[in-house]
């Protein structure tokens, strides 16, 4: 099958291009991105006038609810809802029901991802047995099933001595470690930042704290044992201020942050609604305004869903008891693009944060369009107005405290390894 995508804005933030021309597809592969050949022969041509078209995205955390309770998710329909979302790779964190401490899990995962065929959908393996902190799993078999790298999800490991052994252990099967930083006794019992919002409402409060001397001992570690190591989920200008300071000394450390935790703050709780609870919680809007700068200056390398599909019961109990976590795919692009609107970050800088940044900490042929690449893409309408809406969402989890908010642009279409995923092109 070829493909010709004419008229066309592609944006490429590997390559820094930005400019009007056309997109040739043959099979799964990108053959011209540009100029189309004069000897390419297309079996479908698309005028794509007005259109954006962009490299498909790379999500580095996101939960399918597969395996485990499939009710509030499964690989098809969230790898469905994230090809409406524009992404096209996913990262799933270990702690699936069962935990993938062992092969079958990743590969259970792989194979439900090749049958919906809508995504790539890349495990992250256990670092430990059943992530309790104690035993580290097996990640050499881990690895050889296809897991990307390994993580303990949000579940911190309480003893330094396994978390340096995992460390070193890790670094001589160089194998990527992701980490979101927590310490578990300064944590707690928490359910929100502690501050003025929470003392207010009466909740047990999470320190900046619990994050920072988790942070502080990941850093030093690293720097003893070498291992490479990606943070996830950073919330705390203390904490952006930390990994600033480690790369003046040389520590090769990437990190991230959640789409959510640029747009919401711990004042968002003042109705103690449990959409918007989430973990690590929502911090000070001081803290939001230095993730924001931490991603213009280049601080934090990617922005990420961190996707957590959840039943509708999950949500509709009080505030301390609900589930934490937000559907958040198919508002990634929008919520990052919210941040061009208001000149917090270019258009390519934006774009690279979810496409070609993720994919180099991951170490994957994925975020462009250059010739010769995986055909994943999408179009974009920049002048297609929508409202977040739950009954229209795609994913099975649509606990998103994001409904009533109103996006300039919309995905249109998505191909995923030259195939059409996503259409709404005419709808």
């Known amino acids: 099958m070829k493909l010709r995508i004419d008229n066309a804005r592609l944006l490429d933030p590997a390559r820094q291009s930005d400019r009007i021309g056309s997109l040739c597809v043959q099979g799964n592969r990108i053959v011209a991105c540009g100029e189309a050949p004069d000897d390419f022969t297309p079996d479908e041509v698309i005028d794509a006038d007005g259109l954006w078209l962009i490299p498909g995205l790379v999500d580095l ?8 309770d499939r009710s509030a998710g499964t690989v098809a329909s969230e790898t469905r ?36 065929g809508n995504a790539f959908v890349l495990p992250i393996g256990a670092l430990t047995q059943g992530l309790d902190g104690e035993r580290l799993a097996p990640l050499n078999a ?35 470690l992701i980490f979101k930083p927590m310490d578990a006794d300064l944590a707690a019992d928490g359910v929100a930042h502690d501050g003025a919002v929470a003392s207010r409402l009466g909740l047990p409060g999470i320190p900046t704290s619990a994050e920072t001397a988790a942070l502080a001992q990941l850093l030093v570690l690293m720097e003893e044992t070498g291992a490479r ?37 711990e004042n968002d709780l003042m109705d103690f609604n449990p959409l918007f609870r ?11 305004q ?28 009080p505030f301390p008891q609900a589930k934490p976590g937000i559907s958040g795919v198919e508002t990634l692009l929008n919520l990052t693009l919210r941040l061009v609107e208001d000149g917090t970050l270019t258009l390519l ?19 462009t369009l250059a ?14 107005h929508w409202t977040v809406t739950p009954e229209t969402m795609l994913s099975a989890g649509r606990n998103t405290p994001f409904a009533g908010w109103e996006f300039e642009g919309q995905v249109v279409a998505t191909w995923f390894q030259g195939k059409p995923v996503f259409n709404r092109l005419n709808g």
């Not at 955390?61 to 485990?68: C, F, S």
């Not at 996830?232 to 789409?259: K, P, Y």
């Not at 989430?278 to 939001?288: A, C, G």
């Open 61 to 68: 955390q996101a939960r399918l609810g597969e395996p485990g």
């Open 81 to 116: 809802a994230a090809a409406a979302g524009g992404i096209t790779t996913l990262c799933v964190p270990p702690d699936t029901v069962p935990v993938a401490d062992n092969p079958a899990v990743p590969e259970l995962i792989r194979r439900r991802a090749r049958q919906a």
């Open 142 to 176: 881990l690895k050889q099933a296809g897991c990307i790298a390994a993580s303990q999800a949000n579940r911190p490991i309480r003893n330094t001595q396994t978390l340096r052994n995992a460390l070193e252990y890790a670094a001589s099967h160089a194998m990527p």
């Open 229 to 265: 190591v990606h943070i996830s989920g950073l919330t705390s200008r203390r904490a952006v201020e930390m990994i600033e300071r480690a790369r003046t000394r040389g520590v090769q450390v990437s990190c991230d942050v959640a789409v959510h935790h640029l747009h919401l703050s």
């Open 278 to 288: 989430v973990h690590p919680p929502l911090r000070t809007p001081d803290d939001q």
């Open 290 to 317: 230095a993730l924001r700068q931490g991603l213009k200056f280049d601080l934090i390398d990617a922005i990420t869903s961190d996707h957590t599909p959840l039943n509708a019961d999950d949500k509709a109990l």
């Open 349 to 367: 800088q934006a774009l690279r944060k979810l496409t070609v940044a993720p994919a180099e900490i991951l170490g994957i042929e994925a975020g």
């Open 371 to 384: 010739p010769g690449g995986r055909a994943s893409f999408f179009l974009f309408d920049p002048d297609r």
